[in-house]
């Protein structure tokens, strides 16, 4: 089993940066591929990015390549979504989700990742 917990979302304005940060329970973390997803009012839960198990790939939404980025701590169990450049349309509640394996999937979607945290609210204003 393994518990993820998000923290580091807020409100801020067009163009800022946030980072956001993923601690997960457990000795298994460095084991598995991990990702972000992220699910607007109404919209359904889509990929933002995710990386390996020793970072050495990653993967990104296109509506956030170029601004964002994914990185990892195995020694810290922690996994960072930095996010520059932000905009309206970024506005929504980021999960981070861990995999039961550790590289990543063909297709970036939920079904393919099986734990969830309970997910951080980020608010962009214009």
């Known amino acids: 089993q393994v518990q993820l917990v998000e923290s580091g979302g807020g409100l801020v304005q067009a163009g800022d940066s946030l980072r956001l940060s993923c601690a997960a329970s457990?000795?298994?973390?460095?084991?598995?591929?991990m990702g972000w997803f992220r699910q607007a009012p109404g919209k359904e839960r889509e990929f933002v990015a995710a990386?390996?198990?020793?970072?050495?790939?990653?993967k990104f939404a296109d509506s956030v390549k170029g601004r964002f980025t994914i990185s990892r701590d195995n020694a810290k169990n922690t996994v960072y979504l930095q996010m520059n450049s932000l905009k309206p349309e970024d506005t929504a509640v980021y999960y981070c989700?861990?995999?039961?394996?550790?590289?990543?999937?063909?297709?970036?979607?939920?079904?393919?990742?099986?734990?969830w945290g309970q997910g951080t609210q980020v608010n962009v204003s214009s």
């Open positions: 457990g000795r298994t973390f460095g084991s598995r591929a």
């Open positions: 989700a861990a995999r039961s394996v550790a590289t990543l999937p063909t297709i970036m979607r939920p079904m393919e990742f099986s734990y």
């Open positions: 990386i390996s198990w020793d970072g050495s790939r990653t």
